[in-house]
């Protein structure tokens, strides 16, 4: 069992930055697979970003890249994602999301993911 809660978020104007933050714990890996993913009303969630368990390897989607950055901190059980540049099409719950055994993937689809947090709200508005 893996718990992992995400803080952060909140509101922020367009260009603005926010750092989000997902703490695990519990039955809590440092090979796990780590990422983010986003969902609005009406829409699937979406892959944000993963890192891999030495976080040596990270990828990000297209609309996030070089504005976004996920990093990890295995001794803090905590994975983290900078966000600047933000723009009003960035407004989504995000979920933090852990992989528990090592395996290939693509770790851009939520369903190869075994745990998930409760979500934070980011809001991008002027």
């Known amino acids: 069992q893996v718990q992992l809660v995400e803080s952060g978020g909140g509101l922020v104007q367009p260009g603005g930055s926010l750092r989000l933050s997902c703490a695990a714990s519990?039955?809590?890996?440092?090979?796990?697979?780590m990422g983010w993913f986003r969902q609005t009303p009406g829409k699937e969630r979406e892959f944000v970003a993963t890192?891999?368990?030495?976080?040596?390897?990270?990828s990000y989607a297209d609309s996030v890249k070089g504005r976004f950055t996920i990093s990890r901190d295995n001794a803090k059980n905590t994975v983290y994602l900078q966000m600047n540049s933000l723009k009003p099409e960035d407004t989504a719950v995000y979920y933090c999301v852990a992989r528990q055994s090592y395996s290939s993937g693509s770790y851009k689809y939520f369903y190869e993911y075994d745990y998930w947090g409760q979500g934070t709200q980011v809001t991008v508005s002027s």
């Open positions: 519990g039955r809590t890996f440092n090979s796990n697979q």
């Open positions: 890192i891999s368990w030495n976080g040596g390897i990270t």
